[in-house]
């Protein structure tokens, strides 16, 4: 047996028994006489305590320990002298009898501590060592946790985890596929699934009725931040069901997550629509932590002279409370520059300052009198003390520059506070996306959504800008301004699923070649049905309120897509290539 | 909505109620009068009824509603005059208002019955019906309620469940790798993981402790029946243990899942040895619902001048109770022929009847004298009418066939109850298998593996036999004859894993290269660790007495590799070869 107890369990409760502990070296102090290590497992630590006095011979041997040894321990559990208040076992230590070394370790390539000095290339190289780091641990057992909930909460509900098939077939559409070249059929080809988009709707088909899955998906794009070549879904679908139906059952969903791990209380989600996500905020999912909705002030601010208002399509702006005396012109300047950067691409930014003494200051006060702001200012409910800035364009950039805009005063005025959670649903997506480059149309969500009934008549349109107004029956769940999952009713009829992929500009060979099993399951009694998903980490990122995602998985690729740890991806023997029936392209070929 | 009640769930207590259901047509009677419709979803069947008298119109649209048509009912909860004691809602059923068609159907190519007159292939093709098959159903139902019980019992335990990277790296070593070309680091691949094991592995070097993941491995091997290229498995590994602590925790788990799903109790599980396992019953995973142990008769019926017996290594039989007197010519001469067969190989079969009435009867009676034989079954304690059959030739071979020949008589002679399990523990397997062909050995289990403390001394001999003779820490959980899972304990040492690689003929830079992250690892505080792994489809199968694993994957290959659904694999664009930097060796290239 290697250990009794963990190094997380012993309390004053268990003074003088006699334990055996197993773990790590975490530190180790020499203070002459004695001799302390902290010893380190999953669940804790626990000080270790040898006495010259009582035994030279092993207190010597604990000397010598290095960090990250790993040992086991005999010893009775003593309680302690100073109390450490801040660790659980804190208020007992263990008097060493048998000291047991089970691996002695290197001197590991940064410090196993909270905050770390290994940089990200060292710690992901060294994964094994960055993994024993309190931070990281934790978000490990975090993400158990919300798996599992998620689990337990979806089978109370009848839905049934299925696994389907890695090795499926490719699609051109969409993201760009990772391939497996198949040996028993050479020359052909299995894809890694983006999702499993189409058999989970087979599985409604199939009867299932409530399906989920918690499921890794590959997508070969060219990496960014935050991007992994493989990630993980909680996948779902359901059958017999209208969009409250879905969005009532994963709000509850998601309010068990936080009931159940956070002791957090979700109130009612809201119910957003797109165009009313883009008018007020500027962007589908708006973080709701603030308000600072967007002014419309096209009408107001037209046609009096200022040329830049004057030509634009939209003029609008953003009240920013009671911070007009306070912002100096130097502020002014620096959020100017922040939103004509190349990434928000403003040509300038129009202030008024409503200060606190009833006088207004304006970088427009030459075409606009004070009578005519205080004017506006009372339309829109301006208070002493409140700035106004406005920007001025075309009307999709510039209502997204503002929700941008609107976004980056909420954090340099520190309006959002830590711990707060506002979640909502927004919905009614526009069914199509107009691609200039391509001249076609794209699926906003993808082409198995199905339209609004209210808007089905728009289908057989010819004209484009009535076409972009076909709403479709998507929704996105939308947490602290991030999308954290998304879904939508989906088409189960077989005429309408052909209309639309011609819509997508698919000819029916490519649409039969690509989706003949899902469109022929159609012809055999598919339900109504409809679905979401999920993404695993970005859940828990959001309810830990972590900017990150690539904490939350073991192991992470980086952005070349490679496991420094492992070093792979790696060249083949030239016998595999053979059976595989593939030849690399040298670069002389190309 | 769609709905307000399932398909299963109406009784008697819902009588006079106005329900909604939906679901499909399974089947509709036209009486004349009365029309009655079998409505079917995933919980149930409710029987509708249409009533001429009381609406002609509506009656008459039932009429014409086809087998699978998905359809809406509004009704009342009305008592059936003849109930249907076989059907949960038999008695009741449902007086129809009003029907409404949410989907037609074509008839199904084959009966959506318990018995389907539908063959593989064309279930296969039309997967999302055979599903909405009861027997189907129900194992897709059952594997989710053992997956979901795994991961509640080992969380309950501190296992975490933690996702590994399936896009890892290559090994040569084992099986055959599928692979998956990288197109950012061009001429490299990445491999799909055969298994999680070193992953796991570095976990416990990472100090997470317990681990598990129910997760999909693959293995690009040659599809024999019951194969499939991907697979599920329940993937443990725990730190800190010896190898009782795992064996414990694990008939821990297979207990909870007895219990919690099928209410069966089973008893504590015995360890075999290895050894004990092949002299006993001829084979490493026994079928003990019976008992008919091997009986080693070399040293009783040698050197007795019966010349086929004189030369063999072994000679060995087993004892069939009871069936002497009945067991005719014909009987003997078709298990002759059936141990006789390629795929077993014996050379012939000796029998020795004792007859009720005291007598002898023996196909080798020339040889051994009436008292002889009756010496011999008096120290093999044969009761009168039990009938030994004998096997002889070289020790391995015979003692397989023996064990061939024992299962084929417990089924013959239907030794076997249904319901009955018998799981245990066979452990101290073998380290090193020698291959023949390629003069080396083979690790049995695989390189990880550790060997038994007392057999350590053993690893440095050059001698063949004393090498065969290391026996492994490893041990596979067998229940009803068929092995459910596998493990052992680890190698944390990194000079013992070195000598291991040697043993197995890895060269230092085929080591380093394949497995470096590993034993790089190993010198960073690699804790005492083990761990275990179990088909999770077998575990489903064994449990409920089924013969085959590939009913309970929602969407299986066949047994070329390939999903005759969807139809995959299939041929890439060009332009998808080219950006992955291969090119397909055409045939007339090889």
Redesign the interface.
């Known amino acids: 047996?290697?250990?009794n107890h963990t190094c997380g369990e012993l309390r004053i409760a268990h003074l003088n028994q006699e334990v055996l502990l197993?773990g790590?070296v975490q530190s180790s102090r020499n203070l002459g006489g004695m001799t302390f290590i902290d010893l380190?497992?999953?669940?804790g630590i626990t000080q270790i305590v040898f006495n010259m006095e009582d035994d030279e011979q092993l207190c010597m041997s604990a000397r010598k320990l290095g960090r990250?040894?790993?040992i086991q321990i005999n010893g009775i559990v003593k309680e302690r002298s100073s109390k450490n208040a801040n660790r659980p076992t804190g208020d007992i230590e263990i008097q060493a009898q048998k000291l047991t070394i089970?691996?002695?370790?290197?001197v590991?390539p940064f410090t196993i501590e909270d905050e770390s000095d290994g940089g990200d290339e060292l710690r992901m190289k060294?994964?094994?060592?960055?993994?024993?780091r309190n931070p990281v641990?934790e978000k490990?057992?975090f993400r158990?946790n919300v798996?599992?909930e998620t689990?337990?909460y979806l089978?109370s509900l009848?839905f049934?985890?299925?696994?389907?098939?890695?090795?499926?077939?490719?699609t051109?559409e969409g993201a760009?596929?990772?391939?497996?070249?198949?040996?028993?059929?050479?020359?052909?080809?299995?894809?890694?699934p983006q999702s499993p988009q189409?058999?989970k709707q087979?599985?409604m088909?199939?009867?299932?009725?409530?399906y989920f899955q918690i499921v890794?998906c590959?997508r070969?794009e060219?990496?960014r931040a935050d991007r992994q070549?493989?990630f993980?879904q909680i996948d779902c679908e359901m059958a017999?069901?209208?969009r409250e139906?879905i969005l009532n059952t994963f709000e509850g969903l998601m309010k068990h997550l936080f009931q159940s791990i956070l002791h957090v209380n979700l109130p009612d989600f809201q119910r957003m629509s797109y165009d009313d996500a883009l008018k007020d905020y500027g962007i589908d999912k708006p973080d709701l932590r603030f308000d600072m909705k967007i002014k419309h002030l096209t009408e107001d601010l037209k046609a009096h002279g200022f040329p830049v208002f004057d030509s634009a399509e939209l003029v609008c702006g953003i009240i920013c409370k009671g911070i007009a005396d306070s912002y100096s012109n130097k502020d002014i300047n620096e959020i100017t520059d922040w939103v004509k950067r190349p990434q928000i691409d403003a040509k300038g930014l129009v202030y008024i300052k409503y200060n606190l003494d009833g006088s207004i200051k304006s970088s427009v006060g030459k075409f606009y009198s004070d009578e005519f702001l205080q004017n506006l200012g009372k339309k829109l409910e301006v208070e002493p003390g409140d700035m106004l800035l406005i920007l001025a364009g075309g009307y999709d950039k510039t209502v997204k520059q503002a929700g941008e805009l609107r976004l980056e005063m909420g954090r340099r005025m520190k309006l959002i506070k830590e711990g707060e959670f506002k979640a909502f649903w927004v919905v009614d997506f526009p069914l199509l996306e107009w691609d200039e480059d391509s001249q076609r149309f794209f699926a906003m969500h993808h082409p198995f959504t199905s339209p609004l009934p209210q808007d089905l008549h728009k289908l057989n349109s010819t004209d484009r800008d009535v076409l972009k107004s076909i709403r479709a029956a998507a929704y996105d769940m939308v947490i602290n301004g991030a999308e954290v999952g998304g879904g939508s009713i989906r088409i189960?009829?077989r005429a309408l699923q052909s209309q639309n992929f011609k819509l997508l500009g698919f000819s029916e060979e490519e649409a039969e070649a690509q989706f003949?099993?899902l469109l022929g399951?159609?012809?055999?009694?598919?339900?109504?049905h409809g679905g979401i998903a999920f993404g695993l980490d970005r859940v828990c990122a959001i309810m830990q309120g972590s900017t990150s995602i690539r904490d939350y998985?073991?192991?992470p690729?980086n952005n070349?897509?490679?496991?420094t740890?492992?070093?792979?991806?790696?060249?083949?023997?030239q016998k595999?290539l053979?059976?595989?029936?593939?030849?690399?392209?040298s670069n002389e070929a190309?």
Not at 40 to 43: G, L, N, V
Not at 565 to 573: E, Q, R, V, Y
Request: proline fraction near 7%; hydrophobic fraction near 35%.
């Open positions: 047996m290697y250990r197993s790590w380190r497992d999953r669940y990250e040894y790993v089970l691996n002695a370790s290197q590991p060294y994964r094994y060592l960055d993994i024993r641990k490990i057992l158990h798996a599992l689990r337990k089978s009848d049934t985890e299925i696994e389907t098939p890695y090795l499926i077939k490719s051109p760009r596929d990772f391939v497996v070249p198949s040996r028993m059929n050479q020359g052909q080809f299995y894809a890694l189409t058999f087979i599985l088909v199939a009867g299932m009725d409530r890794r590959f070969d060219d990496l070549p493989e993980t017999f069901v209208e139906d189960h009829d003949g099993f399951a159609f012809e055999y009694g598919a339900p109504p998985i073991a192991f690729k070349q897509g490679r496991d740890m492992i070093d792979g991806p790696s060249p083949l023997d595999q053979d059976e595989l029936g593939i030849a690399l392209r190309k």
